[in-house]
Nanobody, 118 residues
């Protein structure tokens, strides 16, 4: 079965940093676009950052210059380095794997809580 397991969330002060990790199994990881999404209470789930199989990246305007997405295909893992965190970054962060070929395949992790507060 497919599993995406997130880790690295927690409580951090404004201006601090966190690194999220997502370990994938049950998929041919190198073929997938990997993404990080976040969802705050009462809000919709929005894309934060994505990285394609070839290494191209895309970021939401609100995190550009502060967050960096990367992947290690040898470890089947995608990362999100978050710097200069703000209270409005507080949300549940979800890992996503997406593949478009003969069929569309899409998988989600369970989510990890990030809280930015003093």
């Amino acid at each position: 079965q497919v599993q995406l397991v997130e880790s690295g969330g927690g409580l951090v002060q404004p201006g601090g940093s966190l690194r999220l990790s997502c370990a994938a199994s049950g998929i041919t990881f190198r073929h997938y676009t990997m993404g990080w999404y976040r969802q705050a209470p009462g809000k919709q789930r929005d894309l934060v950052a994505a990285i394609t199989s070839s290494g191209s990246t895309n970021y939401a305007d609100s995190v550009k210059g502060r967050f960096t997405i990367s992947r290690d295909n040898a470890k089947n893992t995608v990362y999100l380095q978050m710097n200069s965190l703000k209270p409005e970054d507080t949300a549940v962060f979800y890992c996503n794997a997406d593949f478009v070929g003969y069929s569309r395949l899409n998988y989600w992790g369970q989510g990890t809580q990030v809280t930015v507060s003093s």
